[in-house]
């Protein structure tokens, strides 16, 4: 029931997202391919933040040095998402407002994973 609800909510503000690139809409599966992305990275960093975690501070890491490491590699691979976007399928990114929809959909990758 919980993935169902997670699914569900994804989909209303993926259309929100989408609702919002008024004048040249970007493609659904480019918003699929962010979103996919986010999601991907999310899985990896999951296991690269614990090691990291682990390395550096030990067995019982704060919770300030979680959000350090989390808010630091979770936020570069969303940039890193929309960044390849732009360099690698360039046609598809013709304004700065992509940008945003971009990050906003790998963003909600990362927020569906973590919820599921």
Known sequence: MLTFAVIVGA????????RYDMYEREP?????LAFLLGATAF???????????????GE???????????GVFEEA???LIVLG??????????????G???????GLGFAVGESL
Request: net charge negative; hydrophobic share 60%.
């Open 77 to 79: 691979a969303k940039l």
């Open 100 to 106: 945003l929809i971009y990050g906003a959909m790998a």
């Open 11 to 18: 989909i209303g503000f993926g259309s929100i997202v989408y």
């Open 60 to 70: 019982t890491p704060t919770l300030f040095a979680i959000a350090v490491v989390a």
């Open 43 to 57: 899985w990896i960093l999951s296991y690269g933040e614990d090691m990291i975690l682990h390395a550096v501070v």
């Open 28 to 32: 659904w599966y480019m918003l699929l």
């Open 85 to 98: 976007i732009w360099i690698f399928v360039p046609r598809h990114f013709n304004d700065p407002f992509d």
